[in-house]
């Protein structure tokens, strides 16, 4: 007898025994039953032995798999131990889990929608090797199949155990999350969280990586659902990936190389949710993490079932196909269970002591200032976090990641600062991430700020929080700072020195998701974020902003063309700031939040774009536009190049004389050149940038030329005449001084006569 028609006679013979084995306390439906339970849960098939054909018995046996064992209805044999989480086989699934402090195992499947599980299958002992559960199920629908783990060990929560049999759990490894398709469902009242399988068989065509290099890059930060929610947006699938896809014409007409996109693996918006003033406020941002390894299936315009994530992946094939990367705003510093009173939905009850920081009386420390904080540097919360990004770069091609609170990555388990923190070095050594994109916001809520020495092995680079907070000061008129000002725009050289300079290391930013919009920075001198139902107090209160003399809307004509200048300064000197420039989305256009520079629970108009505000500021957009195609032009801003024919030096700043490169906190005028050639061969090139953050008019000394050169004007943020950028560059005759109006930015280039 051979294999096959063993197993097929093995089969034959169940099918005529009358009693079949319990699976756990409690006989499962029979099949007839089960029929009943699938009148009431439409499309739901039935599941039996009688779903082994001959037909699924010969594809199971050629693959090498076949049944060894029954459980209740369902045959099973030992599973795939080394591939964590769930993958159809042929014939069924397989399931793997591990635990280290766990005694038992069990799964439970449901058929999707269901209620009430159809199978409760209890790992037998065999089926476990160290810490490693498997299992392979033969049988099912796995196009029908739901499932969730319950787990029994130890419980006692002052030493961080909190192992309990009756919850159900999620799978760590789920590639999709279940309830959680429409926007502001309340997944864990509907039955809480379960896992679906997933098929991987996309086809990227011919899609490459566009391996944009650092220097550059052009990053816009967004948000995937406020991006495209408001009706002005113009889209067919508004506030989802294909509603994005939609707009990548207008992100190719700003000349943005890369999407940074806001928290896109599945979160639970309905957490914490709550009524204010008769408006609904959600987790909108989504840093509340639910499945690392799933994509959030509320931004997909359509039912994806057991295909989640393929809309995702038409987005960003297409945007490669544009030449623009997609970096992934990832936030492994916490996760949406929470402090000792949120809900356990799956690392709690696989490990609560292993997956988070706890003190010696179980309770959490609080280093992400969101109730718990990773155990990111425990030997298996590195592999999966290691595992987690390897299977964004490999399945869905992402370009980059951007670690919120990325600091918490290098805590010891006792909460230290670690001085060569074994993630970070793993994550920039790993040979699937060699070539992506590891940006760190080198700070966290327990006061650790590592701008400037976050451990970057080369590899790293970071958000420039004193770019941020250095420019905004200085361009309002506290001139106090303006030696770091110039440092920063020069590529932070007091940070970031050596090998590894600012050019590739500082991400430079004026404005982000968290804090205030460019058109807010300089329509507000205080936060309003009395909508959030917090009374003012959240949000921070060091906005260095200014209001350019009214407090929020006005229509008088003069603050109004003051706020247009003032953000034309600022996008101007970022523009020509060495670094890599990271913007937010809408700014070009000059978009507001109306004050609210904390709108993580605004899922409304005050965060979502006014795509209205295109067409009213036309010109902002266009100089914005062209303000990001000038750095383009001129990649003497971005890197160093080979030294002038005409003696420019390669880099300096001063005041308002550039004879004397000296400058002092009463710098009110600070000028800065970069120039060089990209080979000997090449003509010179050099950027010559002229700040006036004073209230006066000053006399500038330009660098002094040889004959065959002279300075021509291309932006001038004072002249609203002609649009503030010169299509046709002004050459200047007298090449000795000039004048810089006051609170406005000059913008001169090098021409060889």
């Known amino acids: 007898m051979d294999r096959l028609d063993a197993v097929k006679k093995l089969i034959d013979e169940d099918k005529a025994k009358t009693k079949t084995a319990e699976i756990s306390e409690k006989k499962l439906p029979s099949v007839k039953s089960r029929q009943k339970i699938d009148k009431k849960n439409k499309n739901i098939t039935a599941y039996s032995t009688d779903r082994l054909t001959n037909k699924s018995i010969e594809s199971m046996i050629s693959s090498g798999y076949s049944p060894t064992m029954k459980i209740g209805d369902l045959w099973v044999r030992p599973g795939l131990y080394s591939i964590n989480g769930t993958m159809a086989v042929p014939g069924g699934a397989n399931f793997t889990v591990h635990s280290n402090g766990a005694t038992s195992a069990t799964l439970v499947l449901y058929h999707r929608k269901a209620e009430k599980p159809f199978a409760v299958i209890p790992f037998p002992d065999n089926y476990r090797i160290g810490y490693t559960y498997s299992i392979i199920v033969f049988g099912i629908d796995v196009e029908e199949v739901e499932y969730t783990y319950r787990l029994d060990g130890p419980y006692d929560p002052s030493k961080g155990l909190l192992f309990d049999k009756k919850n159900d759990l999620l799978d760590p490894y789920a590639m999709a999350v279940v309830g959680q398709s429409h926007w502001g469902e309340d997944n864990v009242n509907n039955g809480g969280y379960r896992a679906r399988i997933v098929y991987d068989d996309y086809d990227w065509k011919d899609s490459r990586f566009p391996r944009i290099p650092m220097q550059d890059s052009i990053i816009y930060e967004m948000h995937v659902r406020g991006f495209t929610m408001n009706r002005s947006s113009g889209v067919q699938y508004p506030g989802t990936f294909a509603g994005l896809i939609e707009k990548i014409p207008y992100l190719k007409e700003l000349g943005v190389t890369a999407v940074e996109l806001m928290p896109i693996m599945e979160f639970d918006e309905t957490i914490n949710s709550r009524d204010y003033n008769g408006r609904k406020l959600y987790e909108y941002w989504g840093y509340n993490t639910v499945s690392f390894f799933a994509p959030n299936t509320s931004y997909a315009a359509s039912h994806e079932f057991n295909y989640e994530g393929r809309e995702l992946k038409n987005m960003i094939r297409i945007l ?143 958000w420039n929080g ?288």
């Not at 793993?426 to 940006?439: C, E, T, V």
């Open 320 to 462: 490669h196909e544009n030449n623009i990367e997609v970096i992934m705003d990832v936030v492994f510093n916490h996760t949406a269970e929470g402090n000792e009173n949120g809900p356990t939905i799956n690392f709690k009850g696989f490990g609560n002591n292993i997956s988070y920081l706890i003190d010696s009386h179980g309770k959490y420390y609080n280093f992400s200032g969101c109730g718990n904080t990773f155990n990111c540097n425990h030997p298996l919360i590195q592999r999966y976090i290691l595992e987690c990004l390897r299977y964004w770069v490999t399945a869905y091609r992402i370009d980059g990641f951007r670690f919120d609170l990325a600091s918490i990555l290098g805590r010891n388990r006792d909460g230290t600062p670690m001085d060569n923190p074994p993630l970070i070095e793993n994550l920039a050594d790993d040979p699937i991430l060699g070539k992506i994109k590891l940006i760190a916001e080198a700070w966290d809520a327990g006061g650790m700020y590592q701008v400037g020495h976050f451990p970057a092995y080369r590899r790293w680079a970071e």
């Open 466 to 753: 004193s770019y941020r907070d250095c420019l905004r000061s200085y361009l309002k008129g506290d001139f106090s700072n303006a030696k770091e000002t110039a440092d920063r725009i020069t590529g932070s050289p007091d940070l970031y020195h050596g090998v590894y300079e600012g050019y590739t290391s500082s991400v430079n930013f004026l404005t982000c998701h968290d804090g205030f919009t460019l058109n807010d920075l300089y329509s507000y001198n205080e936060k309003h974020n009395e909508v959030n139902g917090w009374d003012n107090t959240d949000g921070t209160n060091d906005n260095r902003s200014w209001n350019c003399g009214v407090e929020g809307q006005t229509e008088d004509p003069e603050i109004l063309a003051l706020r247009l200048k003032m953000m034309r300064n600022a996008i101007t000197v970022l523009m020509c700031s060495r670094g890599t420039p990271m913007i937010f989305s809408g700014d070009e256009f000059c978009n507001t939040q109306y004050g609210n520079n904390n709108t993580y629970c605004q899922d409304n108009e005050i965060s979502w774009l006014d795509w209205a505000d295109k067409e009213k500021n036309k010109s902002f957009f266009n100089f914005y536009r062209k303000m990001i195609r000038f750095r383009k032009r001129h990649p003497v801003i971005s890197r160093k190049m080979l030294p002038t024919a005409c003696g420019l030096p390669d880099v300096q700043t001063s005041g308002a004389d550039t004879r004397y490169p000296y400058i002092d906190s009463n710098t009110s005028t600070l000028c800065v050149l970069f120039s060089g050639r990209l080979h000997e061969d090449a003509p010179d090139d050099a950027v010559f940038m002229i700040i006036n953050a004073h209230w006066e008019t000053h006399e500038i000394i330009l660098p002094a030329l040889p004959d065959g050169y002279t300075w021509q004007l291309v932006v001038n943020t004072d002249d609203c005449e002609h649009s503030c950028y010169y299509d046709k560059p002004v050459q200047f005759d007298n090449r000795g001084k000039t004048y810089v109006n006051p609170r406005s930015v000059l913008v001169f280039t090098l021409l060889q006569n």
